[in-house]
T-cell receptor
Framework: GAVVSQHPSRVICKSGTSVKIECRSL??????MFWYRQFPKKSLMLMAT?????????EQGVEKDKFLINHASLTLSTLTVTSAHPEDSSFYIC????????????FGPGTRLLVL | GENVEQHPSTLSVQEGDSAVIKCTYS??????FPWYKQELGKGPQLIID?????GEKKDQRIAVTLNKTAKHFSLHITETQPEDSAVYFC??????????????FGQGTILTVHP
């Protein structure tokens, strides 16, 4: 149980294009979903927190117009990287949270984004 | 805000030995402490967690201890195996607080188990 999928697992795109990443909780409904970014050999950096049907809460320094988050249902959240640039290349990981405030988080396998 | 410090950054052990990773946290309101294992190129996997009303929790070869007074918690892996080699992250959260389950992660520990 508690399986989270992410699609695509890898994506290469040209600079200036937009990329959408899907995150799905397959066998449970998530109170909250989270989006992280991870640089090589570094810890996870929280980008934003989203709840179904409401606007995402972005962490300080994360551009909400650049990283669009849509949380359409209790099992699906999407992250769209708009007008991607090489510096957006990274490993993006989502998690789906359960518990009182979604604190028990189950992570997806991650999406490797390379912007050329 | 919460700050979580994790040590050591790297840990090398022989197969069969025990491994211990320690974390400290700063916010006394934190009450939920998960541990994650991350293999190369994959997402973190929840391996064990503990809440502040419990001092110790064990699951087969893995155990976690929590000292609320000192604000530190530790992961213990016994009888290590090569497949335990990975990066381990501790985290802290305030379950039931105003921030939706936000986890603050430690810096990670690269564990290498030598056959």
């Amino acid at each position: 149980g508690a399986v989270v999928s992410q699609h695509p697992s890898r994506v290469i795109c040209k600079s200036g294009t937009s990329v959408k990443i899907e995150c799905r909780s397959l066998d449970f409904q998530a109170t909250t979903m989270f989006w992280y970014r991870q640089f090589p050999k570094k810890s996870l950096m929280l980008m934003a927190t989203s709840n179904e049907g409401s606007k995402a809460t972005y962490e300080q320094g994360v551009e909400k117009d650049k990283f669009l988050i849509n949380h359409a249902s209790l099992t699906l959240s999407t992250l769209t990287v708009t007008s991607a640039h090489p510096e957006d290349s990274s490993f993006y990981i989502c998690s789906a949270g359960v518990g009182v405030r979604g604190e028990t988080q189950y992570f997806g396998p991650g999406t490797r984004l390379l912007v050329l | 805000g919460e700050n979580v410090e994790q040590h050591p950054s790297t840990l090398s052990v022989q197969e069969g030995d025990s491994a211990v990773i320690k974390c400290t946290y700063s916010d006394s309101a934190s009450n939920y402490f998960p541990w994650y294992k991350q293999e190369l190129g994959k997402g973190p996997q929840l391996i064990i967690d503990i809440r502040s009303n419990v001092g110790e929790k064990k699951d087969q070869r893995i155990a976690v201890t929590l000292n609320k007074t000192a604000k530190h918690f530790s992961l213990h892996i016994t009888e290590t195996q090569p497949e335990d080699s990975a990066v381990y992250f501790c985290a802290a959260s305030i379950a039931g607080g105003t921030s939706y389950g936000k986890l603050t992660f430690g810096q990670g520990t690269i564990l290498t188990v030598h056959p």
